[in-house]
T-cell receptor, first 114, second 112 residues
């Protein structure tokens, strides 16, 4: 039972490069989220999706784009990476947040921008 | 907007000590409250939750009571173990919203 899988787990980029983080869930969840975790800042919501084909901005969306073309996948893109985007990124999913409220998290993707 | 405030860490305890991690919140509606735990190198996982005032969530010896009058949801455990060493996050989901707001996390270090 894979749950929420994030790829890649580690990546080093140079300033200005682009990349995409992939989140895949096999639980048929409707809602998916991308968070970033920084020391002293906790988890901050970047973007989220309430279903296939939908996306919405979170607390810190600038510099990121997302897509949810398939229900099981939620992609996070950085078009032109900046050192301020060095962070650990977590994807999460849930069937219905208004029901149990429980989010299921992936193991994280550590991104370093030089 | 909604916010969650947790005590800063790290909290360092000896095994079998009593644990309290304070959490207070502000919300515009009637939130559900959560504690998540993150073990080293892993993602977050739900520890316990409470959905209305005076509810007590409990799991693995941890407890937290939803106190509306003090807008608090403090995490407690009577006797911690080395294996409880982790980062603990308090979170809320306000009524009508599909996103969670997290606190900054509190690291707990338990020594033998």
């Amino acid at each position: 039972n894979a749950g929420v899988t994030q790829t890649p787990k580690f990546r080093v980029l140079k300033t200005g490069q682009s990349m995409t983080l992939l989140c895949a869930q096999d639980m048929n969840h409707e809602y998916m989220y991308w968070y970033r975790q920084d020391p002293g800042m906790g988890l901050r919501l970047i973007h989220y999706s309430v279903g296939e084909g939908t996306t919405a901005k979170g607390e810190v969306p600038d510099g990121y784009n997302v897509s949810r073309l398939k229900k099981q996948n939620f992609l996070l893109g950085l078009e032109s990476a900046a050192p301020s985007q060095t962070s650990v990124y977590f994807c999460a999913s849930t069937p219905n947040p208004t029901n149990t409220g429980e989010l299921f998290f992936g193991e994280g993707s550590r991104l370093t921008v030089l | 907007g909604d916010s969650v405030t947790q005590m800063e860490g790290p909290v360092t305890l000896s095994e079998e000590a009593f644990l309290t991690i304070n959490c207070t919140y502000t919300a515009t509606g009637y939130p559900s409250l959560f504690w998540y735990v993150q073990y080293p190198g892993e993602g977050l996982q739900l520890l316990l939750k409470a959905t209305k005032a005076d509810d007590k969530g409990s799991n693995k010896g941890f407890e937290a009571t939803y106190r509306k009058e003090t807008t608090s949801f403090h995490l407690e455990k009577g006797s911690v173990q080395v294996s409880d060493s982790a980062v603990y996050f308090c979170a809320l989901r306000d009524s009508g919203y599909s996103t969670l707001t997290f606190g900054k996390g509190t690291m707990l270090l338990v020594s033998p």
